[in-house]
């Protein structure tokens, strides 16, 4: 009994001009499947065992990109085909489906074993076979060397603004600690210079003491403007100038970033006096300048381990995939990795709210998502404008807002921004994938919500996470 009347084969695009003896042994190998709707008819990286042709129906496929599941096409065309799609090729290996196929209403198949119709495709269509199979290997071989290099490339990109974060504080403990051994070496030989003055012993103690006073203000020095930095620098050069300190000017500069003034100086002499001021005062700038470089140092590996800190953030190492989350930590350390990308008429501006709670969530995941949007905002925006990260508590969800002051997006785009495959960067600068990845993460990942508002000057992405554990997938 024939699978299906001979006409109706016939009337599948697939099979309209085969001849009768090609129609016979698809008839006789043909098998109808019928799934329900919301059932699975197969899934990515199982045996390739057959070949579907849509009879009636609608489906939709999918495939994983990074553990999320990504659908790439929706039809109810009948005749449209799946499963086994490359069963013409020649392969050691076993033939495995390429994407998973869901049934979005009742469906029927026309099945056909794919290892049997390989053979006879290969017998009916030589010539198409072989170039069909070189197309395939060859744009499977491409595909394999370009996807390495996006990565490579995308791996490249966060690491050049790591690298350019960790160099700065890099290069300046560097300088410090030169200075430093500068510094300490001149400390010796005035010490060694006082020694030799005989000085009296409850002097020099005094002068340590004091030293140590004065010492400690450096932690506490005030911030000072151009202007301040100048008027200060002019009293305490006058003071030196007042008593006989050769070459004043050159000290006053270290003495004003140390946050010392003149009642310190004052003090000093109250306890030197003048015939040992000179070399008190030497010898002072030394430890004041010592310690101003030790914090220096202190303060560059300092930032150095926070940025180390925010990229293991970042990654997610040593961490569970699902824990309770500051998601700001996320956002932090994002900016931190992208910090290559912001370019210097970028204003980056944060208004968190640091009264939400911690949520449940996948934070590798979500740092995806902000690399995403934030990526996407600083490429809008170009080389100038301003980059804003919001939070807020609404109900049970918590808000990050991600905004831009870039051209803002066409409400033709708007609606399609989250379709897979859908991008308005020129072939080769984009996959159309970052926003439809980011809005299943969120959406069926986190069971929150991910929306877009844009006008020109002021586009806005808003992700919504629930603060109670959900039936995450």
Request: hydrophobic letters at 40%; proline letters at 4%.
């Amino acid at each position: 009994m024939s699978v299906l009347p001979r006409e109706e084969l016939r009337g599948l695009f697939l099979f309209e001009h085969l001849s009768e003896e090609q129609l016979d042994w698809i008839d006789e190998h043909a098998v109808l499947e019928q799934y329900t709707g919301g059932t699975t008819v197969m899934r990515e990286g199982e045996p390739a065992t057959c070949f579907y042709l849509l009879l009636s129906g609608a489906l939709r496929m999918t495939r994983l990109v990074g553990g999320t599941e990504v659908e790439t096409i929706r039809s109810d065309q009948r005749g449209a085909y799946c499963g086994a799609t490359q069963f013409f090729v020649h392969q050691e290996t076993e033939h495995t489906y390429g994407a998973s196929v869901h049934a979005v209403s009742d469906l029927t198949f026309l099945t056909l074993p794919a290892a049997e119709f390989a053979t006879e495709f290969r017998r009916w269509f030589p010539m198409a076979t072989h170039l069909l199979e070189g197309m395939y290997l060859g744009w499977r071989n491409s595909d394999t060397v370009i996807g390495s290099r996006r990565r490579l490339l995308a791996l490249g990109e966060l690491s050049a603004g790591l690298t350019h974060e960790l160099n700065n504080p890099a290069a300046a403990a560097v300088r410090a600690t030169a200075s430093l051994r500068e510094r300490v070496a001149g400390m010796r030989h005035k010490l060694a210079m006082l020694a030799k003055k005989n000085v009296d012993p409850t002097l020099l103690e005094q002068l340590l003491d004091i030293q140590e006073q004065l010492v400690k203000q450096v932690a506490s020095a005030p911030k000072l403007t151009a202007m301040q930095q100048a008027d200060r620098e002019d009293e305490i050069g006058d003071w030196f100038d007042d008593h006989g300190i050769d070459q004043g000017w050159d000290l006053a500069d270290i003495y004003v970033r140390a946050g010392l003034t003149v009642p310190d100086l004052d003090r000093l002499l109250d306890a030197v006096g003048e015939t040992f001021l000179d070399g008190a005062v030497r010898w002072l700038a030394y430890a004041l300048e010592t310690e101003m470089l030790m914090g220096e140092i202190e303060d560059s590996t300092t930032r150095i381990s926070v940025l180390v800190g925010k990229a293991k953030q970042y990654s997610q190492m040593d961490r569970a995939p699902h824990q309770w989350i500051d998601v700001h930590e996320g956002l932090d350390s994002t900016l931190v990795m992208l910090a290559g990308k912001i370019a210097p008429g970028i204003r980056v501006v944060k208004e968190y709210d640091h009264t939400i709670p911690r949520i449940p969530a996948y934070a590798g995941e979500l740092n995806q998502v902000w690399t995403n949007v934030i990526d996407n905002a600083l490429g809008a925006m170009g080389t100038e404008g301003t980059l804003t990260l919001r939070t807020s508590r609404v109900d049970d969800h918590v808000h990050v807002e991600i905004g831009d002051t870039g051209p803002g997006i066409p409400a033709e785009v708007r609606q399609r921004i989250f379709e897979p495959f859908f991008t308005t960067k020129p072939v080769g600068q984009g996959t159309g994938l970052g926003l439809d990845i980011s809005w299943r993460i969120v959406v069926e990942r986190h069971q929150g919500d991910l929306r877009v508002d844009s006008a020109p000057g002021d586009t806005r992405f808003t992700v919504c996470l629930p603060v109670s554990e959900q039936s995450v997938i």
